[in-house]
């Protein structure tokens, strides 16, 4: 036998267009995997057992039940709502409590009438925050606020992809989920809280809704009686009996609005506050 043919063979150099092949359809089996189990993370129930929170959507029995109007005819974009809110519960540079949302909504006449609708948690009867909170650190609190335990909060912030209104932030700092909480510290020693006493407009009103004798109370009562005026709650269909209410009327409509709060997974952002984001939005998108 020759040198020659006890020389093993070079190794063939695998086809670069069979690597590519099988490479994608690798990749294709494992994207639709992804998809899938994504899918099938989206299917799964988010909320809680109820009998981890049954207990705790439950209000402390003091005969109260806190709530709020927005008068968005009121509301002028001052920002000062904000200010007394950052200022009262340190909240810290591009997160918030409550945000003021704008909107240039175009009447029926052409002209455009410039909407401040300010918000913040809505303090839900049927809260999905609560429900949806692994470590057990939301709770219902004083005249059925929706309130976070710190002591208990892991910052996991099912919370806040719970909370179809963008009302919660996770702190940068401490990881906790931070929400308004309606002042309670404040409420404790007959004070209102710090957003509803600094508003210039009055455009925010809160009060016990139990109180038939409450300004809250009696302004619903006159709202009913103004033609063309209604007091609407946000986003009715998803069910969580919100205790914010907002007065609106032809000028102020909500569904002008509404699409710019956040919803699920979201929180009040800055941009929030660029007027490239204030104009009507099917004059954006066209």
Not at 130 to 136: D, E, M, R
Request: proline share 8%.
């Amino acid at each position: 036998m020759t040198a020659e043919s006890e020389t093993p063979p070079a190794p063939q150099s695998p086809d670069r267009r069979d690597f590519v092949k099988k490479a994608g359809a690798a990749l294709g089996t494992a994207a639709l995997t992804g998809s899938a189990a994504a899918q099938e993370q989206e299917r799964r129930p988010v909320f809680q057992p109820e009998s981890y929170w049954k207990e705790r959507m439950k209000p402390p029995d003091d005969g109260k039940r806190y709530g709020w109007i927005v008068d968005t005819r009121r509301c002028f974009g001052c920002h000062a709502c904000e200010v007394a809110c950052k200022a009262e519960n340190d909240v810290p540079l591009g997160h918030y409590i409550r945000q003021t949302i704008y909107h240039d909504h175009r009447r029926s006449n052409g002209q455009l009438a410039r909407i401040m609708a300010p918000m913040a948690c809505q303090h839900c009867e049927d809260a999905p925050c609560l429900k949806a909170c692994p470590c057990g650190a939301l709770f219902k609190g004083p005249g059925g606020s929706v309130q976070v335990d710190y002591d208990v909060c892991s910052g996991h912030a099912a919370c806040r992809d719970a909370c179809p209104y963008g009302a919660i932030y996770i702190d940068p700092v401490a990881n906790q989920a931070i929400k308004c909480h309606n002042c309670t510290h404040r409420l404790e020693v007959g004070m209102e809280p710090a957003c509803a006493t600094t508003c210039p407009s009055e455009a925010l009103v809160f009060g016990d809704l139990n109180d038939p004798e409450a300004r809250i109370s009696r302004l619903a009562r006159r709202i009913e009686e103004e033609e063309g005026v209604e007091v609407a709650v946000l986003r009715e269909e998803k069910g969580t009996r919100p205790r914010m209410r907002f007065i609106v009327d032809g000028d102020h409509p909500m569904e002008a609005w509404e699409p710019k709060v956040p919803g699920e997974g979201s929180s009040y952002t800055p941009d929030a506050y660029s007027v490239f984001n204030w104009g009507p939005l099917e004059e954006k998108e066209s």
